[in-house]
């Protein structure tokens, strides 16, 4: 049995649905899909989610969001039209959205939650009835069902581990499943949304709960590049990476795969298929558990931004007991989490997303730092671009760190920091947002474009 999951813009119209169609239809192991809400059509349209999500914050403020509830319904109505679906499956899919509307509001975030899942929820009704319609036997199954349980945090739900034998016995289920992404359940019974473009979480979890024997997720790309192509032109494709791999690029910056979505599949060996829904006959990219390393030491490049840098620094850090603890616990105590600690004798730098704290907080911190830990030094630094050099190669290779940082000084780049030795695959270059491009052109340049030739 192979679980598919299609995303946004594979969704996004009539024309797209029925490429999904064909694609489902063509194997008969393609027995569970998983289906994002409608994503974009063009890149200056605007995803179904996000009509929601401002649908819901409308609402909440002013009671009244006809405008936004018809332009929603009026992108499933295109795509009904499109496919030649009677109006009833439309008509539903207004009801629902009202009747929503006029749920519980005393927690907006739940609130949201519940709008912003109807996305796929919806979708995966329209999609079972498509099917139906083309004289395929397919059902909706909702998550609640199906016993999709997570944790009860909005907009970031995690799966709780009794889902999987739950979801194991949809296997009993005749015909196709058509499992709406992005969401499960509370124990209470509450709608919880993982993070944004999390359908790819749920078709994971659906593969291992289901031992499918694969897991394939259809995009709009023919590949997972090695670095991406709105930096480097025509990049070369990844044809296999390990799920270690896939999580640090992804984590990274690489969109193409969420990187909460690799643990289930993971923990069941499950290999996952990345596959173009516009050109299914391309091969694609293969993540597994371990593969034969020929493609030198770096699989990709990844760059992400938006982090700032916090460096302590104090004098014989190394002998005092409990020092890193109470760190940690005044970031704790401010609700934050850390990306990476880089540490020296006398010195720690914290790295974190800039985008959790506003002014204020930041003041809060570096004043309790300062203050309770007796700190020499303590500076914050914005700005900052992570780059992650990938591939579990570079363990057996010698001299990986020293072409990357030869690379990085041959162009000028300033390199804030390194960390490498944590993880087994993958070295961690800090620089200035305003030389990330630059930085990762030149690692591509090195580890990709010199062995070509
Ligand atoms: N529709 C959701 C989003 O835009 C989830 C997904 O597409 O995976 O984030």
Redesign the pocket.
Known sequence: MKVVKF??SSLASGAQLEKVFQIVTSDPERRAVVV??P?KRHPEDT?V?DLLIECAQQYLLSKEATGLVEAIVGRYADIALELGLADDVINRIRADLLQLLEGDKTNPERFIDAIKAS??DNNAKLVAAYFRHRGVEAHYVSPKDAGLFVTSEPGNAQVLPESYDNLFQLRQQKGIIIFP??FGFSQEGEVMTFS?????ITGSILANGLKAELYENFTDVDAVYSVNPAIVSNPKEIRELTYREMRELSYAGFSVFHDEALIPAFRARIPVQIKNTNNPDAEGTRVVATRDNTNGPVVGIAGDSGFCSIYISKYLMNREIGFGRRVLQILEDEGLTYEHIPSGIDDITIILRQNQMDQAAEKRMIKRIKEELDADEVAIEHNIALIMVVGEAMRHNVGTTARASKALSEAGVNIEMINQGSSEVSMMFGVKEAQEKQAVRALYQEFFAKVLV
């Open positions: 995303g946004g994002s809400a994503g995803k989610t996305g796929e992404g992005f944004r473009s999390g359908s790819d």
